[in-house]
């Protein structure tokens, strides 16, 4: 069956540290990956867009990798702020017209 | 910086009747979308929309579920008969290019079937 698995456990971390969020696929073969954004009682934000066919992206503090072969991407938070206090959301695209989201990380930045 | 709006931003309904979720997309955007997400759970696909005909639809998007873009600006859900397992965050996105698929979302519906 297919999954996208998100660590379910909130990442609580140090102000200036950098968070490492991890995703993690079964049985899909996407095109992109996306990585948003999710506040408390809010939509999604999109953040990062990487391709099958890229092994890296950046975006000011934030990293994307993209490993197909081990079917994961990573994401990183660099010198993390307490505004970074967020739930992280990967997203699969393989058809074109949907995202499939994992369940999404919690991250808690600390000062 | 352009927004997708959503209305009402909560919504309490009785089970059984039909609610409108109501949404405008970025205006030059061409493709839309309803996601749900039940409380403490997944972001879930409902329907994508294309040149005023649905695209692809998930299986959560039954015959009780409707959508419809009824003039230039804004782009419906309507879920008939409401049941309590309708109860979720109704997200509306939009995106100007298939190829890319970076959705900008609204900021939800809250819905409650009592």
């Known amino acids: 069956s297919q999954k996208i698995e998100q660590n379910s456990e909130a990442l609580n971390i140090q102000e200036g540290k950098t968070a490492t969020l991890t995703c993690n696929y079964t049985?899909?073969?996407?095109?992109?990956l996306q990585w948003y954004r999710q506040d408390p009682g809010r939509g999604p934000v999109f953040l990062l867009l990487?391709?099958?066919?890229?092994k890296e992206k950046r975006k000011e503090r934030l990293k994307v990798t993209f490993d197909t072969t081990l079917k994961q991407s990573l994401f990183h938070i660099t010198a993390s702020q307490p505004a970074d206090s967020a739930t992280y959301l990967c997203?699969?695209?393989?058809?074109?017209?949907?995202?499939?989201f994992g369940g999404g990380t919690r991250v808690l930045v600390k000062p | 910086e352009p927004e997708v709006t959503q209305t009402p931003s909560h919504q309490v309904t009785q089970m059984g009747q039909e609610v409108i979720l109501r949404c405008v997309p970025i205006?030059?955007?061409?493709?839309f979308y309803w996601y749900r997400q039940i409380l403490g759970q997944k972001v879930e696909f409902l329907v994508s929309?294309?040149?005023?005909?649905?695209?692809?639809k998930s299986e959560i998007f039954d015959d009780q579920f409707s959508v419809e873009r009824p003039d230039g600006s804004n782009f419906t859900l309507k879920i008939r008969s409401t049941k309590l397992e309708d109860s979720a965050m109704y997200f509306c996105?939009?995106?100007?290019?298939?190829?890319?698929?970076?959705?900008?979302f609204g900021s939800g519906t809250r819905l409650t079937v009592v």
């Open positions: 996105a939009s995106s100007s290019n298939r190829d890319t698929l970076e959705n900008t």
């Open positions: 049985n899909y073969s996407p095109a992109y």
């Open positions: 990487i391709r099958e066919n890229e």
């Open positions: 997203a699969l695209d393989q058809a074109g017209n949907k995202l499939t």
């Open positions: 205006s030059n955007h061409l493709y």
């Open positions: 929309f294309y040149n005023n005909e649905i695209s692809e």
